[in-house]
């Protein structure tokens, strides 16, 4: 049965080739919260009494691990909501480097890059705020799949400053990928489905992960993957088949892109479309919330 090729990033930037170079493995087998959006003003500084906060110099967010596709960081935390969180419908970006915290909120536990693997500014996604913080998903993971009962990958979340976000963008709607159904759907803020597009999934021996629930981080075209007209669109999301499929270093991320044959479970576990579903969720925003479901 056919299977969908490994997904490498274009060497376009030297991030990128780097990226390359390392064999970036897209299709692998595999708190009280309020209403108040993130702050896109870096002015507004709580007060002492309020909240005891102290920043961590530049220095010492260096030294804390980049939360970024290939990385499992143990003091992040796993996240899955069933439902799209009404607070990610927005999304950020960051200006330096961010420290990133677990609940206690109070040594850092990771970074996030200002910049992602293609050199682009990096897509932050909220999905809680409470006070001067919001919660957003990370693109690595809490846990390999091999240490979680259930076998799927731990996708993670991190506490961040709000002053640190400065809003993109709107996003008015989400994407959900059925696994059972084969299908591929754009659906509104309101809860009705846009859009809906037969798609291919991950084969019996590579299955796309279910119950999982990410972004879309970056698109590229791969002339190395034969992926030259329509973008690939990388999630956030990994694989629950193995912790590294098939020797990759990027835990085997789940990409959704173009592929002849794009019916019926016969990937790697990436999603395929054909080239008018693919330029459908190209035309999404960037930080687009993916959902994946059973």
């Not at 705020?129 to 809490?142: C, E, K, L, N």
Request: with cysteine; aromatic share 4%.
């Amino acid at each position: 049965m056919p299977r969908t090729r490994t997904v490498r990033v274009a060497s376009t930037t030297l991030a990128a080739a780097l990226l390359l170079a390392l064999g970036l493995t897209a299709c692998t087998t595999q708190s009280t919260t309020t209403s108040t959006k993130p702050t896109t003003s870096r002015s507004a500084t709580p007060t002492p009494t309020a909240d005891p906060y102290r920043a961590p110099s530049a220095a010492v967010v260096s030294t804390l691990p980049e939360a970024q596709y290939d990385a499992v960081i143990g003091g992040l935390l796993p996240y899955y909501d069933a439902t799209i969180p009404k607070a990610a419908d927005e999304s950020y970006t960051i200006s330096a480097d961010a420290p990133l915290y677990g609940d206690d909120r109070a040594e850092p536990v990771a970074r996030l890059a200002a910049k992602n693997f293609l050199g682009d500014p990096t897509v932050v996604v909220p999905v809680q705020v409470s006070g001067a913080w919001a919660m957003v998903m990370t693109p690595a993971r809490q846990a390999l799949p091999s240490a979680v009962q259930s076998g799927a990958a731990a996708q993670s979340a991190a506490w961040i400053r709000r002053d640190l976000l400065t809003k993109k963008t709107a996003l008015a709607d989400h994407v959900v990928i059925s696994v059972g159904k084969q299908t591929v759907a754009i659906v509104g803020t309101d809860g009705k489905t846009v859009k809906e597009f037969p798609a291919g999934v991950g084969a019996g021996g590579t299955p796309t992960p279910t119950g999982v629930v990410g972004y879309i981080q970056a698109r590229y075209l791969d002339p190395a993957q034969n992926q030259t007209v329509h973008p690939i669109q990388l999630t956030t999301l990994h694989s629950s088949a193995a912790d590294e499929p098939y020797g990759g270093h990027d835990g085997g991320l789940i990409g959704v892109h173009y592929e002849s044959v794009a019916r019926g479970a016969v990937s790697h576990g990436c999603v395929r479309l054909d080239g008018d579903a693919v330029d459908a969720v190209n035309a999404l925003p960037l930080g687009t919330v993916v959902q994946i479901v059973a």
